[in-house]
């Protein structure tokens, strides 16, 4: 990345040009679209103070996991509590407030301290609020109405308002069927149906491990490990700097749980490589943008979301592990076929090979990093527990960063992956208590039967309706919701329509709320990931934006063949009918994009476009009629392609 480039305000230039932001630029762009990036500002011993504490609640939570033995309620009001002062200590009013040092204003004391003193509360007075029920008294209905509205307000600083606007029709719903405020609040606030039920459970337990987890994974150099693996694949081949973004950032996202910060991390280093070699600015940036939203999809962790599907779904988390890795595979092999078209398109080239590292002298030299990964998936998957299996591996984690010098930790160090694990934290607790809400009112109301009704009406029983419904759903209401948050509401409010309304496997359908809430992050109008990858490519965000909704479109059709063809998850099947639906897969991918891009070996004439993309999506659907006709379009497509190309070389050779 180039610092010297002068800092600019204007994210969207006009004129191309081969510099990039720099990490000033990004910062500036997040704060206009991404609640998470508006921080205040601490120096000094406050900021001493501030981190140690997070630090110490990093290792208390480690503590809490594997050896209390505390209620439920107990452990997840904590939990949400401590976050709430968090949450204000670090998140001010507006988005303007920052700029003030080691400043919070009285009202934001107060507000803390009343919200996180509603939660502390209810673990004080425990027995006595369980032993009440809804018969619960004046002080507890005030106190309940005051942590969720406090909740709320911390929800709209840390992650922002559509996902509140959906809590809030929710909540207006269950007033709407006569629910007396008593019952609400009892329902919402005092039991583990609402605020403080299964996705605060999950977020207190697996996922605040996992974030620790990641952090101190961050901390081994990893990432640098990963791009010049993915280098040393891809770099020297056709667009390889474009290609080594996407290799990248599939790695990279198998550990990260934001598709922003993998976006942030792997993209300093790849778009600079992209505009070096030619790519435009929007398509650099989108490039990077699409292949780090599809590491929430990645495995083992998949944004932590995994940890959640499995308990919504009940089957093992390694089941969810690897029933997620072909659709996965097909996503980023969406994105590399796009990304080598567009190089076949533009004559660009790859970098010089002698520059490249070794794969093998590579592996041999860092391979040690992947050791806390493999020993985190082996103890999974041989029945350890999640939060014993979390911790061991961060403490691999610890021990392999002291192999090198440079990312050995000292002490400082150490309480400063602390801080950060704690950081990370914040958000998606705050949106899992907002998603809890939401599960509230769906289990106390019926709300869910309701939906299910009305999708199901629409769609007039046919599936391919109901999933298109479904699909936009999850991309309005996944719009700025962090991924395992989104899943939730996903989860909560989708999943069940296909479930129970056109009876789709329940793995299947989760799966496929998850994919197109993932994918909102890069779909405008709250595209964050294409953001980010804009401020550093110094390109126009929305133009950044819907370039890396093209180049993902196969995050919008593998989700409909892993519905339809349910064996692409390893779903009552057997080896020879995935083999067939792998590579219908394929084909069907790289004629939708072969379409989309108009060139395969020359450019397509507008009819072949059409053609491409309609074979392509023929070949998703299942059946012999339409593979067939699928294949024999793309075919056709593919055949005059060649047959053009070679007349062309023959011209210009002549």
């Known amino acids: ?185 009892y329902n919402l606030f005092y ?28 901390g081994t150099g990893i990432s640098d490990f990963f791009i010049q693996v993915a280098n040393s694949v891809a770099g020297a081949s056709k667009g390889g700097p474009a290609k080594v973004a996407v290799i990248s950032s599939a790695l990279c996202g198998m550990v990260s749980g934001s598709s922003v910060a993998n976006t942030v991390t792997t993209g300093s280093v ?44 009940g089957v093992p988390y390694a089941e969810i592990a690897v029933k997620a890795i072909l659709p996965a595979l097909l996503y980023f092999l969406g994105i590399f076929i796009a990304v080598h078209l567009e190089a076949l398109r533009t004559g660009l ?39 014993r299996s979390a911790v061991i591996a961060t403490l691999v984690a610890i021990v392999v960063s002291m192999f090198r010098k440079e990312t ?13 694990g704690t950081k990370n934290t914040i958000s998606v607790a705050i949106a899992c208590g907002v998603a809890g809400i939401i599960a509230g009112v769906v289990t106390m109301t019926g709300l869910g039967q309701v939906l299910i009704s009305a999708i199901v009406g629409l769609a007039n029983g046919k599936l391919i309706i109901a999933l298109m419904l479904t699909m936009v759903t999850c991309i309005v209401l996944g719009m700025g919701v962090p991924t395992t948050a989104n899943y939730i509401i996903m989860a909560t409010t989708c999943a069940p329509i296909l479930v129970s309304g056109m009876g789709v496997n329940a793995i299947a359908a989760n799966m496929f709320v998850f994919y197109f809430g993932i994918i909102a992050d890069i779909t405008p109008p709250v595209a964050l990931a294409a953001y980010a990858g804009s401020a550093i490519a110094r390109s126009n965000p929305m133009k950044t934006a819907l370039t890396a909704t093209r180049l993902a479109i196969a995050a919008f059709i593998v989700p409909y063949i892993f519905v339809m063809s349910p064996a692409l998850l390893f779903i009552d099947t057997q080896l020879v ?67 053009n190309g070679k007349k062309q070389k023959e011209q210009a050779t002549a």
């Not at 050995?408 to 950060?420: D, I, Y």
């Not at 084909?587 to 074979?615: C, E, N």
């Open 1 to 185: 990345m180039t610092d010297e480039i002068k800092k600019t305000s204007d994210p969207a230039p006009e004129v191309e040009d081969t510099g990039t932001g720099t990490m000033a630029d990004v910062e500036e762009i997040m704060k206009k679209y991404d609640r998470e990036s508006n921080t205040r500002i601490w120096t000094g011993t406050p900021a001493m103070i501030i981190k140690f504490t997070m630090a110490a609640f990093a290792l208390f939570m480690i503590w809490l996991n594997l050896f209390a033995n505390w209620d439920e309620r107990i452990r997840r009001c904590m939990f949400l509590g401590t976050i709430i002062v968090f949450a204000f200590v670090m998140y001010p009013l507006r988005k303007g407030d920052t700029s003030r040092v080691n400043h919070m204003p009285f009202y934001d004391i107060i507000l803390m301290l009343l919200g996180a003193g509603s939660f502390f509360y209810f673990i004080v007075n425990f027995k006595g609020i369980i032993d009440q029920a809804t018969r619960i008294h004046q002080t507890e209905i005030i106190l309940g109405i005051i942590g969720i509205i406090i909740l709320a307000e911390a929800c709209r600083r840390v992650v922002g308002l559509p996902i509140l606007f959906v809590a809030g029709f929710f909540v207006i719903y269950s007033f709407a069927q006569g629910k007396a405020l008593r019952v609400i609040i």
């Open 408 to 420: 050995r930790m000292t002490p400082m160090g150490f309480v400063n992956v602390l801080e950060n």
């Open 577 to 643: 009918d995935i083999i067939l639906i792998v590579i219908t897969s394929i084909i069907g991918l790289f004629g939708v994009s072969a379409g989309l891009a108009g060139f395969v070996y020359t450019k397509m004439p507008i009819w072949q476009r059409v053609l491409s993309v309609i074979g392509g999506l023929l070949l998703i659907y299942p059946g012999i009629v339409t593979d067939i006709a699928g294949v024999a379009l793309v075919g056709t497509v593919l055949a005059l392609q060649y047959l």
């Open 270 to 313: 790849t778009i600079p490589l992209m505009k070096k070699t030619g790519y435009r600015s929007e398509f650099a940036g989108a490039v990077e943008a699409s292949a780090s939203t599809g590491g929430q999809i990645m495995p083992p962790i998949m944004g932590a979301a995994a940890f959640l599907m499995s308990e919504m779904v």
């Open 191 to 218: 039991t583990t149906t609402g605020v403080i039920g299964t996705p605060i459970g999950v977020c207190s337990t697996y996922i605040v491990l996992f974030i620790i987890f990641g952090a101190f994974l961050e």
């Open 349 to 387: 080239m790859g970098l010089k090979k002698e520059d490249l590292p070794h794969f093998g002298k590579l592996v041999l030299k860092q391979g040690y990093l992947l050791l806390p990964l493999i020993i985190l998936v082996w103890m999974v998957m041989n029945g350890f527990t999640m939060a």
